[in-house]
Nanobody
């Protein structure tokens, strides 16, 4: 059974850091992984993608220089390192894959992905 599971969310003060994990089971996580987020009352948005060759593609300018995604195939896990967090980063974060290896230049829509994790809450507040 193909599954993705996020972890690592929590409450952090502005300027703080969190590292989210996206662990896969049922398949080798050598595909591209997208990190989405959804704030209350807003649409789910793609933040960034890590390709099968571990290149990051950013879909939100607001996270450039602060967020980075990496991969550990030995643990079958992809990570999202989030630094200098801001209150506007507050959202439920999801990892997703369409089991391709590339990251498109045009921001994809959520319906392009067949595999999702359950989400993890990130709250940035003092």
């Amino acid at each position: 059974q193909v599954q993705l599971e996020e972890s690592g969310g929590g409450l952090v003060q502005p300027g703080g850091s969190l590292r989210l994990s996206c662990a896969a089971s049922g398949f080798l996580l050598d595909y591209s992984i997208h990190w989405f987020r959804q704030a209350p009352g807003k649409e789910r948005e793609d933040v960034l993608c890590i390709s099968g060759s571990d290149v990051n593609t950013f879909y939100k300018d607001s996270v450039k220089g602060r967020f980075t995604s990496s991969r550990d195939l030995g643990k079958n896990t992809v990570y999202l390192q989030m630094n200098s967090l801001k209150p506007e980063d507050t959202a439920v974060y999801y990892c997703a894959t369409g089991r391709s290896t590339g990251c498109p230049k045009v921001t994809p829509a959520p319906y392009d992905f067949g595999y999702w994790g359950q989400g993890t809450q990130v709250t940035v507040s003092s």
